[in-house]
């Protein structure tokens, strides 16, 4: 079962990929780990996506593929995976397929958690995460005890910036133009599901196993 996680930022496609995964028990796949794991092991693909990392460049595509193939190609995946926040990008996805079509191989699902923008805004502005231990808490849906104070550590809590409307707003915009096309490519190719992410985590996993048969 091979699936592809689609969502724009904060929709929650992160913490649903962990869930497949642990469910299914196939690994779930983000480009991070994979460039972490390579540079760690000092692999030659390792060695040249550090060279771009290091420059604050972009990874180019060609390289991003090569490195996600090798990772589907170790024997954790023979019962498939979830790769989570790739493809980005139409020419991403071109070539995923294109590199499993030489293997005789092909994605299962693309699932869509699908948010609205104005939910994501709030739900990200909610987030505060302490600057000591880096626990996260949301004012609404995971308040601490004390406001304004961690649980964990009773460190000060912030919004980071990433997390602020304004930021949020710019990463939405960079998604529908880049990934948003994404879901007309997967509704194409006929295996594009969506699911409603607004509503109860759980809810939205229940969908989603029901998408892929519990």
Request: glycine share 8%; aromatic share 6%.
């Amino acid at each position: 079962m091979k699936i592809i996680m689609l969502g724009a930022p904060g929709a929650g496609k992160g913490t649903q990929a962990k869930k497949i995964a642990a469910k299914y028990e196939i690994p779930h796949i983000s480009t991070g780990d994979i460039f972490r794991a390579n540079i760690k092991n000092g692999t030659e693909l390792g060695k040249k996506a550090k060279t771009y990392m290091d420059q604050g460049l972009l990874v180019p595509d060609e390289l991003v593929v090569d490195l996600v193939v090798d990772r589907v190609n170790q024997d954790d995946c023979t019962k498939g995976y979830v790769l989570d926040g790739f493809p980005r990008t139409i020419p991403q996805a071109e070539a995923l397929d294109k590199a499993l079509e030489s293997m005789d191989q092909k994605m299962d699902y693309a699932i869509d958690i699908n948010v609205p923008d104005e939910n994501i805004v709030n739900r990200m502005s909610g987030r505060r995460a302490c600057v000591d231990c880096g626990a996260t808490y949301h004012i609404v849906h995971a308040p601490t005890k004390e406001e304004g104070i961690c649980d964990n550590c009773g460190g000060e809590l912030i919004l980071r910036d990433d997390d602020k409307p304004e930021t949020v707003q710019k990463r939405l915009a960079v998604y529908h133009e880049q990934t948003q096309p994404l879901i007309d490519y997967y509704t194409e190719k006929g295996i594009l599901k969506t699911v409603d992410g607004t509503v109860d985590l759980e809810d939205v996993f229940k969908a989603i196993t029901g998408i892929l048969g519990e």
